[in-house]
T-cell receptor, first 113, second 109 residues
Framework: DAMVIQNPRYQVTQFGKPVTLSCSQTLNHNVMYWYQQKSSQAPKLLFHYYDKDFNNEADTPDNFQSRRPNTSFCFLDIRSPGLGDAAMYLC????????????FGPGTRLTVL | AQRVTQPEKLLSVFKGAPVELKCNYSYSGSPELFWYVQYSRQRLQLLLRHISRESIKGFTADLNKGETSFHLKKPFAQEEDSAMYYCALNGGSTDKLIFGTGTRLQVFP
C-alpha cells in the first residue's frame, strides 16, 4: 500500500543525456516536493507544486525542470546531467503545506557516468 | 536566514542508555519544528512535531525558544532506534522545510 511511489529506484545516465524521474502518489495531496540529497548532506528542496502552482527555489539550477500533469504525478527532468547531479532524489507530498507532515517516497538514486 | 544545525554526525550508545540528539535552529519568528527519521532501507518519515507535544516510540522533543533548540530525547535507547535522524524547520509562510544534515544514531546491544 505504497503511498508515494518513485520510479525508477536506480537510474544510470550518461553525462549530458536527459533523464526523467517520476513520482506518483495515492494520497490525493495538494503539495508535491522534489528534494536532492547528496551523500552526508541534508535533503535540499529543488522545487514544489502547490496544486498546479510551481515554486522554484532560487538556487535550483535551470538544468532541473519539473512537470505536474495531474494531482497524482510529478516528474523531475534533468536536461543535461552533470557529474555533480549524481544524488538521491526524493519526492514528498503533504496535504496542504509544509507545516503538515510530509510523506516521502523511497527515492531514486541517480548515477551519472 | 533560516538554518538548522545538528552538530553530531554520529551518536553511539548502548541499549538502555539515555539518548539526546541535538538540534539548533536559526529563525527570528515562531518556528514549526519536526524530527524525521530514516531507518535502514526505509523511506524518510515523520517521527514527531513540536506542536503535537507527543511522545512517539518513547522519544520527546521540547522547543526551547530561548536556546533556539529542539533536542530529541529518549530515556532508554533500544536497538531498533538505530537510524538517521533529521531535524527540520518550517519558519513562516513558505511551504518548505529546511533540514539539518542529520545525526546517525547507533544503539549497540
Amino acid at each position: 500500500d505504497a503511498m508515494v511511489i518513485q520510479n525508477p529506484r536506480y537510474q544510470v545516465t550518461q553525462f549530458g543525456k536527459p533523464v526523467t524521474l517520476s513520482c506518483s502518489q495515492t494520497l490525493n495531496h495538494n503539495v508535491m516536493y522534489w528534494y536532492q540529497q547528496k551523500s552526508s548532506q541534508a535533503p535540499k528542496l529543488l522545487f514544489h507544486y502547490y496544486d498546479k502552482d510551481f515554486n522554484n527555489e532560487a538556487d535550483t539550477p535551470d538544468n532541473f525542470q519539473s512537470r505536474r500533469p495531474n494531482t497524482s504525478f510529478c516528474f523531475l527532468d534533468i536536461r543535461s546531467p552533470g557529474l555533480g547531479d549524481a544524488a538521491m532524489y526524493l519526492c514528498a507530498t503533504s496535504p496542504l503545506a509544509s507545516t503538515d507532515t510530509q510523506y516521502f517516497g523511497p527515492g531514486t538514486r541517480l548515477t551519472v557516468l | 536566514a533560516q538554518r538548522v544545525t545538528q552538530p553530531e554526525k554520529l551518536l553511539s550508545v548502548f541499549k538502555g542508555a539515555p539518548v539526546e540528539l541535538k538540534c539548533n535552529y536559526s529563525y527570528s519568528g515562531s518556528p514549526e519544528l519536526f524530527w524525521y527519521v530514516q531507518y535502514s532501507r526505509q523511506r524518510l518519515q515523520l517521527l514527531l512535531r513540536h506542536i503535537s507535544r507527543e511522545s512517539i516510540k518513547g522519544f520527546t522533543a521540547d522547543l526551547n525558544k530561548g536556546e533556539t533548540s529542539f533536542h530529541l530525547k529518549k530515556p532508554f535507547a533500544q536497538e531498533e532506534d538505530s537510524a538517521m535522524y533529521y531535524c527540520a524547520l518550517n519558519g513562516g509562510s513558505t511551504d518548505k522545510l529546511i533540514f539539518g544534515t542529520g545525526t546517525r544514531l547507533q544503539v549497540f546491544p
